[in-house]
Structure formats: C-alpha cells, structure tokens
C-alpha cells in the first residue's frame, strides 16, 4: 500500500516528537535509563573517607544496573582536589569533598561547576581509648554518654593544650608528655580542615570572623604545633590510631562513621581487637561540633545522574548501614543496627556553622608558615 507524502510527513514528525520525549523522561528518571544501553562512566576524586562506600559491592553493582552508572573515583584529599592544579588538570566530570565550605573554595579556583549538593553527613568526633576518656570524665573535660560514647568540653581541654598541659594534670596519668591532639593536615585533608574552623570558633567564642581571626590564630596554631606529624588523609590516620593503641595516639580526630565502618567490616577482627586489646576504642564527640558534610560537585552536566543516583533511597540506605554516613539532613537511617545505635549519638543538636570559605584560607595561610 502506497503512503502518502502527508501520512509520511506526519508520520515523521510522530516519530521525531516520540524520540524527543523519551530522550528527555530518560534524562529525568536515570534509574529507568539505567536499565538500557551502555553504562556511563564517570571520573572524579573523592576523599578517603568514602573509598570504602564507593568500593563497596552492592553500591557498584547499584549504579551500574538501577542508574547505569561506573564510577572510577579516585582518591584524593578533600582541599587538595579543589585546590591543586595537578589534580583539576586532570580533567575530572566529578568531585566530592567533605565540606560545603570546600564547594565556594573550587569556585575560587575556578571550577566551573554544573551542579552541587550534599549527599549525607558525618559530624567530626574525636576518638580515644576507654581508661583515657574515663581520666578526662574525672578531669572535668569529658562526661559519659553511655556504652563507648562520651561527650567531651573542647574548649576546655583546647585552651589545656595551649597551656602546655600534661596529661596527668588534666586527669590522664600513665601518659608521656603534654596533652595533645592529632588531627589530620588542614591544608590537604578535610577532617583536619574542618577541625581547625571548629577550634578557631570555639577560642574566639563564636563563629570566628576576619575581625576575630587575627585575635586566635596564634592560639589555633599552637594547638596545630603541638601535634608534631599530621597524616595527609582521615584514613592514614584512623589506620595509625588503631594500629598504635593507647599510648601512640590518645586522642584523634576523625569523622564518625569510620569507626563504625571499620567494625562493620571485619566483625571478627573487631572482637578479637575487643577481648585482648588493653583499652577499647571510644568516640568523644565535641560539645559543640560540626557537621562534616559531604557534596558532590558536578563538573560536567553528564554527571548530574550521579546526584540522583547517590540521593536515592536506596543507596543512602546503603551509606548508613555499612559505612555509618547519617542522611543529608544528619538523621540517622532507618535500619536498627544494635552497633550502631549503641555507638553513635542519635541527636547531635549543637552543631556550628563553619567560618566562610575567605576565613578559612586565611587561617589555612597561618597554618602552613
């Protein structure tokens, strides 16, 4: 049967305007799209904390089967991967810092950014060993919170450091030396970042200022001098911490899933550690603290999926039950882990703002000289 040039026409224009909007109800529901074609792969950095969601089994095999999705994510400190050329040269479609001030700090060094958002949340704790946070209880810098849980006064015990403390005058005996705290380097990672925004607010007694930096900076250095080694990443750090004990690293700073994490992992090996190690890891969480928030930045539009994908339930589901990462607005998942509901804090209400990004690299500035 012969078709006419109208049917034809007409025809054609069905089939273009069909095609168009399939295009475009793909494009808006990914984890449709996901189901058809070739994966897309996408390359970015992102910072150690997350290298075990992104390894993680069900997490890969989600991306690639609901949203079509593989991810080469490779690691990299969380302002280094903002900052240096090295990296951005790189050309990456993808990053993911572990702060929202880290998103303004990639568009001062020119990234130009598709999109960002915040996909879940860890608040920064400090982790110690039990007879260590029982001495800060009976010093009056620590309080009990329950289980392997304390709260701990930072200020307090920040202005004991700057004082060149020991630890037996703060309530710790059996330890070498002055009081200290060991985070990570502030100007590569962002747990030690983030930690010298919370302590420069907290000895300025609010959210410090470029008028009230200059007053504390020398304080918050003192603190930073007082570490003596800092680890370029979380992870280096969490794995010196577990592996020197009590008396190679009393008090770290970290985030909060990783301990959380590093149990879920390896259940046997955490009981083993348990029954024989001569102290028993603790998280102390900072009175007040501050949220570690973790955004994906998108640098090229093609990977806008990969904020759908990662907000999906289901993958924040996976965030909280394997790897202890609380939801976008610091709630706690819905799973009941007896784990983790007996390690971490379900509401944390006293949470500061981070100083502006501008702030911050002054201070990172007085940092480095």
Known sequence: MAIS????????????????????????????????????????????EKEGFL?????????????????????????EMVR???????????????SSVLVEVARSSGVKISRDQVIFNSPIVLYSWDRIADGLVKGGIAQPAGGPRYTVDLSKLLKAIIAGENWSAIGVADLFGRARVVCTDPNKSNSGFMFAGLAASLLS???????????????????FRR???K?????????DYVA????????IVGYENQLVEWVLQDAERWKRLEANAPAKPVVLYPQPTVFSAHPLISIERQADDLIEALTSESLLEMAWEDHGFRGPLGTIGKARNALLQSRLLERIDAVLPMPDAPVMLALLDRLAA
Request: glycine share 16%.
């Open 5 to 48: 040039r109208r049917a034809f026409g007409i025809g054609l224009v069905a089939a273009s305007a069909a095609a168009t909007g399939g295009y475009v109800y793909l494009r808006e529901h990914p984890e449709i799209a996901g189901r058809f074609g070739e994966a897309k792969r996408l390359f970015g950095f992102a910072g150690g």
């Open 55 to 79: 390894a993680n089994a069900r997490v890969k095999n989600t991306l690639e089967r609901r949203f079509g999705l593989v991810l080469d994510g490779r690691r990299a400190g969380s302002v």
């Open 84 to 98: 240096e050329r090295a990296l951005l040269d790189q050309k990456p479609q993808f990053l993911w810092p572990s």
């Open 205 to 223: 007694g609010d959210v410090v200022m470029p008028e009230t930096l200059s007053r504390i900076d020398g304080d918050v250095a003192t603190v």
């Open 227 to 229: 570490m003596g080694f």
């Open 231 to 239: 680890p370029p990443s979380s992870g280096k750090l969490f794995d």
């Open 244 to 251: 020197g004990g009590a008396g190679a690293q009393p008090l």
